[in-house]
């Protein structure tokens, strides 16, 4: 995939990954639109990097998605590349408090809402001479973290679902990519993070999207970063050591 002259949208574009995603695309010549819910954070995202183009979109919320999708047909028609990267982290103790409360928006966030941002944007990236869809799961989709068990389980299911999508796709012009970060340092799980992702494992965003986006450069259909390459190997293998506490 070239990485020059693209018009991307890139959920959860504000912070973290997706936002270091969106600044370094748009310094190689690319047309970014970020979307998030928070105002201020798309404020600050685009005072960073003022050629960011900013929507406020709740993905999980199926009128605010139409609304950017009509938004994004009318407004930026030769969109191409859709990353879906948006995503939220809880711990859930079933022993103790599984924070059932907050379960069916992680599962709206991870996994249903960016296959319905696919399936309402197909039409329009059909219409393209080349485009991308580029879902972003996790190396925890391979071998999961025991304390987040539903994140790992929603990656999980974003690494069957875009499979599935590649093997549907394939006879299109739409080239199907997962992007599998390992435990990056960002704000996902709001400090609350799993216990196992206090290692040395952990990256910067800047240090994931160089490797990333490199990698998507020569044309990887399973971009694999630091542990995640290991995971995707490994699997379940891991398991025991990346839960130790000892």
Known sequence: MKLTGHTILITGGATGIGFALASRLSSEGNQVIICGRSETALRKAQEEVP????????IADTDSRRSMVEWLKTS????????????????????????????????????????HLIAELLPALKQQQQAFIVNVSSGLAFS???????????KAA????????????????????????????????????????ASRM?????????????QLEAN?????VGISAQTRQLGEALFERMNSRS
């Open 51 to 58: 050629a960011l183009v900013t929507r406020i979109c709740d």
């Open 76 to 115: 930026h028609p030769n969109l191409n590349v859709l990353i879906n990267n948006a995503g939220v982290q809880n711990r859930r103790d079933f022993n103790n408090d599984p924070a059932i409360d907050t379960l069916d928006q992680e599962v709206a966030i991870n996994v249903t809402a960016p296959i």
């Open 144 to 154: 999961p973290m025991a304390d987040v068990p539903v994140y790992c389980a929603t």
């Open 158 to 197: 974003i690494h069957s679902f875009t499979l599935s999508l590649r093997h549907q796709l394939k006879s299109t012009a739409i080239r199907v990519v997962e992007m599998a970060p390992p435990i990056v340092d960002t704000g996902l799980g709001g400090g609350t993070r799993s216990e196992g992702t």
């Open 202 to 214: 952990m990256v910067s965003p800047e240090d994931f999207v160089t490797e990333a986006l490199a």
């Open 220 to 224: 990887k259909d399973e971009v694999l």
